[in-house]
């Protein structure tokens, strides 16, 4: 009974509210929310093209707001600090090392590494960096973002009900999302440590 009352009140949510729920998941989540929603599409609650265009939007929205709060003269000042100069000396390091100026390779690259993204967001507007082309290119890499992540949500998806159409263990294919989490977890941290370990 419970149960059904609280199944009934996840499908309303994303039953009735899809634009907003994809649009927020943008704004607010992170790759397991990413992956999330990947998982869900395959159910059917949500369209794929809902996904793609209201949590790219949400995504787009986000950088932008941290770029332009590089911009502002109040994080010009903070860098001024000598306590937070060591920071953005490893942002511009990173910059450096990873692209080589090359704005889009920037964009890539913060967005996959752990750690990376919101700082570097923030320097590019601190260094004036062009509005046009800081919102095409995180248009683009936002796509790629989505993409990869709601693909691992679809592929796990896929393995979680082949467990319970095949075997008819709900356990089992519990066990496999747990599983999957705590795997893509781990490898996260060792790709980002190794890559960090290696450029900066």
Same mark, same amino acid.
């Given at each position: 009974?419970? @149960?059904?009352?609280?199944?009934?009140? #996840? !499908?309303?949510?994303?039953?009735?509210?899809?634009v907003l729920i994809t649009f927020l998941a943008?704004?607010?989540?992170? @790759?397991?929310?990413?992956i999330s929603l990947g998982f869900i599409s395959?159910?059917?609650? &949500?369209?794929?093209?809902?996904?793609?265009?209201?949590?790219? *939007?949400?995504?787009? $929205? =986000?950088?932008?707001?941290?770029?332009?709060?590089?911009?502002?003269?109040?994080?010009?000042?903070?860098?001024?600090? @000598?306590?937070?100069?060591?920071?953005?000396?490893?942002?511009? +390091?990173?910059?450096?090392?990873? =692209?080589?100026?090359?704005?889009?390779?920037?964009?890539?690259?913060?967005?996959?590494?752990?750690?990376?993204?919101?700082?570097? +967001?923030?320097? +590019?507007? *601190?260094?004036?960096?062009?509005?046009? %082309?800081?919102? =095409?290119? #995180?248009? $683009?890499?936002?796509?790629?973002?989505?993409?990869?992540? *709601?693909?691992?949500? &679809?592929?796990?998806?896929?393995?979680?009900?082949? #467990?319970?159409?095949?075997?008819?263990?709900?356990?089992?294919? !519990? =066990?496999?999302?747990?599983?999957? #989490?705590?795997?893509?977890? !781990?490898?996260? %941290?060792?790709?980002?440590?190794?890559? *960090?370990?290696? %450029?900066?």
């Amino acid at each position: 009974m419970g @149960e059904n009352i609280i199944l009934d009140f #996840i !499908i309303g949510i994303f039953g009735n509210y899809p634009v907003l729920i994809t649009f927020l998941a943008g704004i607010f989540g992170g @790759e397991l929310t990413l992956i999330s929603l990947g998982f869900i599409s395959e159910t059917g609650l &949500i369209s794929y093209w809902n996904i793609i265009i209201f949590t790219t *939007m949400g995504l787009i $929205i =986000s950088d932008i707001v941290l770029f332009l709060i590089g911009r502002t003269n109040y994080v010009s000042n903070i860098k001024q600090l @000598e306590r937070f100069s060591p920071h953005f000396k490893k942002v511009d +390091l990173f910059i450096i090392k990873w =692209s080589r100026n090359n704005l889009l390779l920037v964009l890539f690259y913060a967005k996959f590494i752990y750690g990376v993204s919101i700082p570097t +967001l923030v320097y +590019l507007g *601190m260094k004036k960096t062009s509005v046009i %082309k800081f919102v =095409s290119y #995180i248009s $683009i890499v936002n796509l790629f973002f989505l993409a990869g992540f *709601m693909l691992i949500g &679809i592929l796990w998806a896929k393995g979680f009900f082949f #467990i319970i159409d095949y075997f008819r263990n709900i356990q089992l294919a !519990i =066990s496999l999302l747990v599983f999957v #989490i705590i795997f893509l977890f !781990i490898l996260k %941290k060792w790709i980002n440590g190794k890559l *960090m370990r290696k %450029k900066l």
